[in-house]
């Protein structure tokens, strides 16, 4: 006699586990999700940004801030690799809970946020500066976590 288990096929990823690299809290249903190649050498996470070169390739944010937007699949998924493509959000406001942040700063409720090359290629969320580009605002400040709601980037003095 066969059974079920015979036939399933293995799950790459654990459905049932909560997801702490990006939780999207509000907006996902109306949000607009794009599928943008990556440079080459280039890897993203699922809560991190990029930043889409002359090219129209996603790419990690340099030491200077610019507008960028927030990877929803990253190339650490099959169907990323099988494509040569991640999948941003563009034009969404979107209100989203991550572990991916720049952990050494400090912030606050209200606080405003940019993202850039703090030094180790990474292309996480940190706090604004004078006359950077920001991208979103913080809405919840937690243990190991960072609320933060998405905006339309625009460059803050």
């Given amino acids: 006699m066969t059974t079920i288990m015979d036939r399933t096929v293995p799950v790459a990823e654990d459905l049932t586990t909560e997801e702490h690299r990006l939780q999207v809290l509000r907006g996902l249903e109306k949000a607009h999700r ?67 942040y720049d952990a050494s700063a400090t912030y606050a409720v209200n606080d405003l946020l940019t993202v850039k090359d703090l030094g180790a290629s990474e292309s996480h969320v940190t706090r604004h500066t004078a006359g950077e580009v920001a991208v979103a605002k913080v809405v919840e400040v937690g243990t190991d976590y960072l609320v933060y709601e998405t905006m339309s980037p625009v460059a803050i003095g």
Wanted: charged content about 20%; hydrophobic content about 40%.
């Fill in 34 to 100: 794009v599928d943008k190649p990556y440079a080459t050498g280039e890897t993203f996470e699922m809560g991190e940004w990029a930043v889409l070169n002359a090219d129209g390739k996603c790419e990690r944010a340099s030491a200077t801030p610019a507008v960028c937007y927030l990877v929803f699949s990253g190339t650490d998924r099959w169907d990323s690799k099988a494509t040569g493509q991640v999948t941003i959000f563009m034009a969404t406001q979107l209100i989203v809970k991550t572990t991916k």
